[in-house]
């Protein structure tokens, strides 16, 4: 696969050790584009580092029981996460880093490592998700129960989207891109991150938001 103008075949193409960025309720999914806004000292450190190396920045998301107060600080990870490549950045003139990262692959946490950086450092394994570096079977996806789930959250929020262009996406692109954007919580982030495949993850999307249409007693939950 292609994230920006670089090509990775195989795990083999990607360093053991990368920074981490960990952020709550953020998904970034192998050739999705995660748009964001960098700020803190740690975080601007970190981009630094990645502009003057391979441009890659590992998203995860702290681990759930981590209470609010906690997370300004080093809060334990999750145990699954997303390498992404910078494949955008603009400074904003005022200390910011506006920046896009185009998912590679996913991977699992080894070990965080004691560096003295500001920002965070871990060993990873991308062995597992060795998959997400070719294009996505998406022929087993009911992609026809996707849209309609689809259609009952919008219609039950009032919100409306471009359908010609939702019908024009390819099965990957459609799945990934609803799963990222979704309005979830972190451990429904995760969930849709650890599906094992494409199918396991459209899945996973629709039973999540016939949950929360079921909740709210919204007479669209009940979808054929």
Known sequence: MYAGNKRYESPADLPQIIPVFPLPGALLLPRGELPLQIFEPRYLAMVDWALAGDRLIGMIQPAFKTAPEELSGNPELCKVGCVGRITALVESGDGRYHLTLTGVSRFKLVEELDRRTSYRQAR?????????????????????????????????????????????????????????????????????????????????????????????????????
């Open 124 to 224: 990873v394994s991308f062995d597992e998700y060795k998959s997400d570096l070719g294009e996505a079977d998406g022929s087993s996806v009911d992609r026809a129960a996707l849209l309609e789930t689809l259609k009952a959250y919008l219609e039950a929020n009032n919100l409306e989207t471009d359908w010609d262009s939702i019908r024009k996406a390819s099965t990957e692109i459609l799945v990934n891109a609803l799963s990222m954007m979704s309005p979830y919580g972190p451990a429904e982030k995760q969930a849709l991150l650890e599906a094992p495949d494409l199918k396991s993850r459209a899945e996973t999307l629709i039973a999540i938001t016939e949950m929360e249409l079921a909740r709210r007693g919204d007479p669209g939950s009940t979808l054929q």
